[in-house]
Every structure is written in C-alpha cells, then in structure tokens.
C-alpha cells in the first residue's frame, strides 16, 4: 500500500487507432457498473483520448445513464496528449493545441514529452521544458514522460538519459512538483509486447522519484491486464501510462482494478 502517494491510471489512445466511432464504441461498452469498484479517491483515472474522440467520449460519457457517473466522479479526468509550447494570445497555432482548447474539452489534465513526440515530432529537452510550462501557466497538470531508446538502454545508459530529461521540471517550483506525476516509459518496451521487468522499471522509478522530486511516478509500455499486477506491488511504482491496454475497455478495466485494489 502507497495510501501517501495515491495511484494513477492513465490511458494514451493512440491517434490512429482512436476513431470517434471507436470512442463511441468503448464509451458503450465500458460498463458504468464497474466504475463503482475502480473509483477511490486516491487514484486518479485519466484518459488521454486525441481530440476529436474526446469531444465525442466526453459527451457520450455525459449522456449515457451507464456512465453518468464517470463525469460525475472526482477520480476520473480527461487529458490532452500534447500542448503547444508557444502559448499566447497572439500565437497562430496551426496543427497543435492551445491550452485554451484542451480546457474546452474539459482535459484537466496533458501528457508532455511522450517518446512519439520526441521521435516523430522532433521535440527536444527545451521544447518539453516549455510544454510544461505552458501547462503550469494554464493549470493544466502535466504528466512528464521520460524514457531511454533500445541503443541508449543497452549501453548501460538508461539514467543518465532519463536525468537529462528530467531536467525539464526545472521550470517547476518544488511546492507545485507535489502534484505532478512523471511516467517512466522506456522507449524499447511502448508498442512492441516487451516490457521492462518490475525490477528493473521499479528501479528507474525510484530514481526519477528521487532526483525530480514529484509526488507519483508510473510505468509505461506494453503493460496488460496480466503483468499490471506486478508492476504495482513495486514500492517505487504508482500506477501506469497504457498505451494497446487503454483502448480496451475490459483490459482497461481490470488493471484499473487492479490499481484499486493495489495501490
Ligand atoms: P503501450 O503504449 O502500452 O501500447 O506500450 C504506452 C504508451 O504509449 O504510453
């Protein structure tokens, strides 16, 4: 039991996948009743839906008498997968999402430096830095995402690249990291059915706990319904960032379970 840190749960939906008829689709097939026995006000739910199916999810979840209560419940929140890291009023944005936006769907909270970012967009240590900044000045919580490639892990140099990218949270005063959570998501286990063992993941997130003072810090890549478990009776692991699991509304729901009974 970790009661002081809480748990979190959060699932990233991938864009391709994330159609808005597939979001309808996992709305109703999520069943609201089981909502009753993930809800725990230490644990925190998010879903990190793209755009378009979160406008459609957070509605449906409104809506449907099932899962009224999913918007209802303190537990459960939504989040952006990205956020611009030149904000302002004056900014034209094409292609990425003013805070502004992410508020109108009702996200509270926004994932920064996830490894696809890092690789497809080419986002840099000084760009996440401004991407949590942008979220800390429009009170959007951020979820840092840190990680070493298969290259870097095999050279033994798994902390020295998840330290440089801590170094992000130096836009963050230490009485506002309490809030936040960093997931550690080696790049070699997201996508690929290989995930890091709960030894060797609950390692790097003691370090990361460690030297960037946050209150929780997750595992991510390639967790399942299966492995969830092992993951979360690791003293350092707080919960986890689902990628393949997340868009499965009865993986989702046992390891949200799991995470309930747990952590
Ligand atoms: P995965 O993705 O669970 O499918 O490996 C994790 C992520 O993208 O955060």
């Known amino acids: 039991?970790?009661?002081?840190?809480?748990?979190?749960?959060?699932?990233?939906?991938?864009?391709?996948?994330?159609?808005?008829?597939?979001?309808?689709?996992?709305?109703?097939?999520?069943?609201?009743?089981?909502?009753?026995?993930?809800?725990?006000?230490?644990?925190?739910?998010?879903?990190?839906?793209?755009?378009?199916?979160?406008?459609?999810?957070?509605?449906?979840?409104?809506?449907?008498?099932?899962?009224?209560?999913?918007?209802?419940?303190?537990?459960?929140?939504?989040?952006?997968?990205?956020?611009?890291?030149?904000?302002?009023?004056?900014?034209?944005?094409?292609?990425?999402?003013?805070?502004?936006?992410?508020?109108?769907?009702?996200?509270?909270?926004?994932?920064?430096g996830h490894s696809e970012r890092r690789i497809y967009a080419g986002?840099?240590?000084?760009?996440?830095?401004?991407?949590?900044?942008?979220?800390?000045?429009?009170?959007?919580?951020p979820v840092l995402c840190v990680g070493e490639t298969l290259e870097e892990y095999e050279a033994g140099k798994t902390l020295d690249v998840v330290s440089r990218q801590l170094s992000a949270l130096d836009v963050i005063p230490d009485e506002r990291r309490q809030a936040l959570t960093v997931a550690y998501e080696p790049v070699w286990a997201i996508g690929t059915g290989k995930s890091a063992t709960p030894e060797i993941a609950n390692r790097v997130c003691q370090f990361v706990r460690k030297n960037g003072r946050v209150r929780r810090v997750i595992y991510g890549g390639s967790v399942t319904a299966e492995n969830a478990g092992s993951y979360f009776d690791k003293e350092d692991i707080d919960g986890a960032l689902l990628g393949g699991s997340g868009e499965n509304p009865d993986s989702f729901y046992k390891i949200a379970r799991a995470a309930a009974d747990r952590l």
């Open 1 to 112: 039991m970790k009661p002081e840190r809480g748990g979190f749960i959060g699932a990233n939906w991938k864009n391709a996948n994330m159609t808005t008829a597939r979001a309808e689709r996992w709305a109703i097939e999520f069943n609201g009743e089981n909502l009753k026995l993930i809800t725990k006000p230490d644990l925190q739910i998010v879903l990190f839906p793209p755009m378009s199916a979160g406008y459609v999810l957070r509605k449906l979840l409104q809506e449907l008498p099932q899962t009224k209560s999913f918007g209802e419940s303190g537990s459960f929140s939504f989040g952006g997968q990205d956020i611009a890291h030149v904000v302002g009023d004056k900014e034209r944005l094409t292609g990425s999402h003013h805070p502004r936006l992410l508020r109108d769907l009702g996200m509270t909270y926004v994932l920064a």
């Open 123 to 141: 986002e840099t240590d000084e760009i996440v830095k401004k991407k949590l900044q942008a979220a800390i000045d429009s009170s959007l919580t």
